[in-house]
């Protein structure tokens, strides 16, 4: 099995940055795509960011030129640096893997960490 493991959540006020960091631990073979999604109270879940191994990154447009994804393959771990943060970016944020297991994807989940935007 997997586990992912989030840090970095908390309070910044409008136009400020935030690193999330996500680690990645167990049976972490075949994690072919790792990535960020968040999700408001009544609202689905939707992704942020995401990289595939050897990837480029890919970014919901509501986040593109603010938020920047980074993999780490030696220590197991992705980051989100979120700058020029808004309130609308107020959310709790989900860390995923996409674990291929030779016939689909499984998806894992971290336990999700707050981001709150707000003056």
């Known amino acids: 099995q997997v586990q992912l493991v989030e840090s970095g959540g908390g309070l910044v006020q409008p136009g400020g940055s935030l690193r999330l960091s996500c680690a990645a631990s167990?049976?972490?073979?075949?994690?072919?795509?790792m990535g960020w999604y968040r999700q408001i109270p009544g609202k689905e879940r939707e992704l942020v960011a995401s990289?595939?191994?050897?990837?480029?990154?890919n970014y919901a447009d509501s986040v593109k030129g603010r938020f920047t994804i980074s993999r780490d393959n030696a220590k197991n771990t992705v980051y989100l640096q979120m700058n020029s943060l808004k309130p609308e970016d107020t959310a709790v944020y989900y860390c995923n893997a996409k674990k291929w297991t030779g016939d689909r994807y499984l998806d894992v989940w971290g336990q999700g960490t707050l981001v709150t935007v707000s003056s």
């Open positions: 167990g049976s972490i073979f075949r994690i072919k795509v």
């Open positions: 990289i595939a191994s050897g990837g480029s990154p």
